[in-house]
Each structure stands twice: as structure tokens, then as C-alpha cells.
């Protein structure tokens, strides 16, 4: 249920009757508003996404996957093995997220060396694939082709990912991390209210290929419903033959095949060669800092650790000690240092194989002091095409993400994705595996939004074995040498932003990490030149503030679709909160 917190009304009437612009007296701190959190739920729900405990945290986006994560390491398992095994089922339980046909990105902090290694296995673009591959003969985009169907698939690099993983740090055998997905295939997952809206929301993509259709929709082609249980026979026994071979070489090749064969049957790009040639790489980490935090992200190909690092580094110019969290001053601040960020990112992010990314100039101090001194404190600056009457970009219930934290001091944050709910709709034939529709997050031609609204340019064109940008944002904070928040979240281009304001609502405003997660948020991505803020939003005066400032607003339950899971260190030891706005569930021992 969705609901205004009550407000006292009375500090705004003073806070607003000093002057006009943002730039005016903050509320004192004895009179600081409670949290106006964008979902309420009731006490049990709570106790499903919230969890604290004294070892080891674990949040994630699915009810049973973060149950089995908890069952590997009880069982002896490292972080790194639960991780695997969080992989493989969260693919099962939330199949229109993620899974085998993907992608994604992984920080794992190892305690014993205090080195961060950031894995990324990312779908690239297949060899046949060039900056002309979406458009038609007039230079038009072809409607969405990169979004539905076999050309919007790039390779993917699930599967090679797992192995690197447990090569370099897994301890059980794999046959023993990867079986309990098998078994949820098999047993079946019970459809839950984002499951049944994706299913509902893309019926007519999957009726359009009987193996999505068969997997699915009932027989009469009517989408499961709420509380039903969804059986995935074939993705159990293509779990099972994986996880029996251990992911030898030559299963990953039969299974290759058996891609490629779907992918020629139906002439799309992709080929055998593309997939046996796929390699991960391992990346330095994205580095920032935000008063005496250090911040540890995903470097490009993503653009979403560096939307975090880049928000904090301008806001950090402000100190912030003034301000409350959820005013119209700090709201402003942070939507104003958005826009900046999304205007450098379409400039100049893209696959670092391919181009060069000034990334040591646009994380530096000097820059981000540069940036904090054209945000105008009274006033909304317009971005360069205004587009007020436009809708927020479409809502996802894609993507994955989660967290975890042990008393070590490892941690391990991945975010993960088939791209789009359902990725290209298609299901590889008699695998049970969606295949992606990544091809989208490339900039099909430039100033052309993608589903999320981004627009690129060159930097992001689309090349033959190149990774398209990504806004995924796995995100490390350490202080004083210690993990003290872990989080990420799915979300498109809002993925930067929602990591960025759930660090804030934690680090500096000191809010419980349930409130830091539950606040409702706002996002601002430069173009379209609009104010996303999730309902109910701040209060009524707040509210006016920025209206009457110059911003274009749009209020509106999803305004700022994403889910953060989020674990940390207490007083108590560890919490973990996956976003009550979904299903999923922490828990730790
Ligand atoms: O890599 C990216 O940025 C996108 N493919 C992520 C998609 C996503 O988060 C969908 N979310 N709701």
C-alpha cells in the first residue's frame, strides 16, 4: 500500500515564507520531518525484506534465492559460492530479469587482501553487428528491433562468468552450488506480483515464440496468474546437465550450439564463433570519495558507477550538513548535479575497448568542483531540449541485483540482466533459457533514445564485438578500512541515481537502512528535461519550491522504477533490506 506519511505542516509554511529559490534558512534539526517513505508495509512484509544478523548478510531480489544463498554457506560455502548459487536461482525465480541468456556485473571484496575484483561478463555485440544494423534505408531506426526478437540479442557471458568465479574463489563443487536452482525449476516458483505484471505486461511478445509461449502462458495463451506455480522443466534439466558436466568446457560448447542454432534458425546476428570467442574481463574498480567514505563502483563499460561516484563528488562541494534529507534544497542540488552527470555520460561513456573514456578527469576533485559551480541554487538550469509534456521513460520489471557482507569483512555486490522484462522474449529451444535483447543498450543512432530514454552518441555506437553502456551500479562503501554499506539495483539509466540517493539517505542523513531504502526518489537525466519523483514525494511546500523554480514535474508511483538491495553494517552487526517495493527477502546468521 502505497501512502503520504503524515507531515507537520507547520516547519514548511515557516521554511517556505523566508524567501523564494532554493536557497534558503534549512529547517532546524530538532524539527527534522520523519521519513516519507514511497511504500508501506505491514509488519510481516517488513520482516521479509529486512533482516539482521550477526555474521553474514545476504539481500536479494528473490524469496527463495536468497534462502538457498544462506543454505551454501551454511552448508560451508564462501561468499563467492553463495554468490554463484544467487546467480543461477535468481534466474529461475525471476526469469524475466535474468539469467543464462545474460549478463551482469561483480565486485567481490576479499577480505584477505582488501582488493576489490570486478568481473565483468556483459553481453557484447555479436561480430555481424555495426552502427547501420538498426537502421532503415532513410536512416530511421527500425522500431523495436533492438528490443524484441533474435537481432536484439548480444552474446552473452553468464555462464563463462560462473566458471571464472569458481575457478579463482569457489570452495564447493560447483555440481552442489548450481542444484538448488535445478530443484526451484523444477518444484516451481510461485508466481508473485512482479512475476505476474511481467508475464501479463509482454503476453504478446512471448505468444509470438511457442517456446516462451509454452513456458510461459497456460495452453489458452492467458498469463499465469498470482499465487500459481510456474514450472520450468526444460531450464531444470538444462540446470541439471550444467551442473553435473561442472560447466566443463564442453557442456558450455553443446550449449553454445544449441544457441547459435536458435540464432540461425531465425536469422539473427549472432553466431557460433561470437560465442565460443566471448571472454570476461576483470577491471579495476571505479574509485570516489564522499566525505571520509570510500566509494567503490563499476567502472565503464558501465556508465552507472560512474553516475554514483560523479553525484557524490559534486554534492560533497555542498557539505550537505545543512541540509535535510527530502527538502527541496537537497532535492535540487542532487537533481541539478544529475543532469550534469547524464550530460558527460552520453558525451563520453562507451565500451573502454573501443574508445577512450577520460575517466580519471571526470572523477576528479577539480572537475566536480568545475560542475558544482554551474548548478544555479535558486533556479532549475534547462537542459538543452525541453520536453515537459513527456511520460517518464517506460518501467522495467527486469534486472537484477544483490548484496551481500560477511564478518570477514568480503563482500560481494552483483547486478545482473537480461536487459528488458523477458529480455527479447525468444527461449532457446528445449534449453528453457530467455535469451537478452542487450543490443539495446547500444545508441542505435545518435540522439535516439533508447527504452530507458538514453540518448548516446559515437561513443556508444554499435561495433562488432563491443559492449553496449550499461547504468549498472554495484556499489562498495568503505570507512576507516571497513565494508559499511553494499547495494545496487536494477532500474535502467535510474539505477545511478537510486544508488546515489539510498548511499545519501544512509551516510548523511543517518537514516535506518530500511528508511534509506523505502524514501521515495527522485531522478533527473537530462534529457528529457523532468523531475522523476516517486509518490508521494516531498511535502506539499517542498513540492511547490520546485515547481515554482523552474522544474518540469512528474509525480507518479513509478516515476523512478528501480529496487535497491541494500546490506550494511549496525551497531547490532549487519542489516540487509531488499527493496519492499518488490518480493524479494534478506536474511543473514
Ligand atoms: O545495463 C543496463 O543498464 C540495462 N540493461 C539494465 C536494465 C534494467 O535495469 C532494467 N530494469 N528495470
Known sequence: MKMRASFGLIPFILFVSCSSGFNKPQTKSDMIPPVIRAVEQTPDQRAVSEAHAQHVIISTQGRVTT??????????????????????????ERPHSTGIGG??????????????????????????????VFLRKDGSVTPLASVEGIRSVAVPGFL?????????????????????????????????????????????????????????????????????????????????????????????????????????????????????????????????GYKDYQIISMPPPSGGGFQVVETLNILDHFGLSDMTA??????????????????????YLGDPAFIRVPMKDLTSKG??????????????????????????????????HFSMMDDQGNVIVSTQTINGSFGSGIVVRGLGVVLNDEMDDFSAKPGVENMYGAVGGDANSIAPGKTPLSSMAPTIVIQNNKPVLALGAPGGTRIGSCVAEVALNFLQFKMSLYDAVSAFRIHHQW????????????????????????????????????????????SGGFVGVSDPRDDGASAGF
Open 160 to 288: 563463462k562468468a560462473m566458471v571464472e568465479l569458481h575457478r579463482k574463489f569457489g570452495k564447493l563443487p560447483l555440481e552442489e552450488v548450481i542444484e538448488p536452482a535445478a530443484n526451484l525449476a523444477d518444484s516451481g516458483v510461485k508466481v508473485y506480483p512482479d512475476l505476474a505484471e511481467a508475464i501479463s505486461e509482454k503476453r504478446d511478445l512471448l505468444a509470438r515464440f511457442p517456446e516462451s509461449r509454452k513456458i510461459f502462458l497456460h495452453k489458452d495463451g492467458t498469463p499465469y496468474q498470482l499465487g500459481e506455480k510456474l514450472v520450468q522443466r526444460d531450464l531444470a534439466r538444462t540446470l541439471r546437465w550444467l551442473a553435473r558436466a561442472s560447466l566443463d568446457e564442453w557442456v558450455i560448447s553443446e550449449f553454445n550450439e544449441k544457441i547459435a542454432g536458435e540464432s540461425i534458425r531465425r536469422k539473427g546476428l549472432l553466431t557460433m564463433s561470437d560465442l565460443s570467442r566471448y571472454s570476461t574481463r576483470w577491471l579495476d574498480p571505479l574509485l570516489g
Open 527 to 570: 534529457k528529457p528535461d523532468i523531475l522523476n519523483i516517486e509518490a508521494p514525494g516531498p511535502s506539499a511546500a517542498a513540492f511547490e519550491v520546485l515547481r515554482k523554480d523552474g522544474y518540469a514535474i512528474n509525480l507518479a508511483p513509478k516515476a523512478v522504477p528501480c529496487r535497491v538491495m541494500a546490506v550494511a553494517r549496525d
Open 67 to 92: 534462502q538457498i544463498a544462506k543454505g551454501i554457506l551454511q552448508r560451508g560455502g564462501n561468499l563467492v559460492d553463495a554468490a554463484i548459487a544467487a546467480s543461477f536461482a535468481i534466474g529461475v
Open 367 to 400: 572537475y566536480s568542483l568545475e560542475q558544482s559551480q554551474r548548478i544555479d541554487l535558486n533556479h532549475h538550469t534547462p537542459s538543452d531540449v525541453v520536453n515537459p509534456g513527456r511520460p517518464t521513460a517506460r518501467e522495467s520489471t527486469s534486472t537484477t
Open 103 to 132: 549478463g551482469g556485473f561483480m565486485l567481490f571484496r576479499d577480505a584477505a587482501t582488501g582488493k576489490v575484483h570486478v568481473l565483468d561478463f556483459r553481453e557484447r555485440a555479436p561480430s555481424r553487428a555495426n552502427a547501420e
Open 326 to 347: 527530502q527538502s527541496a534544497p537537497f532535492l535540487h542540488l542532487f537533481a541539478s548535479a544529475s543532469q550534469l552527470v547524464f550530460a558527460d555520460r552520453s558525451q
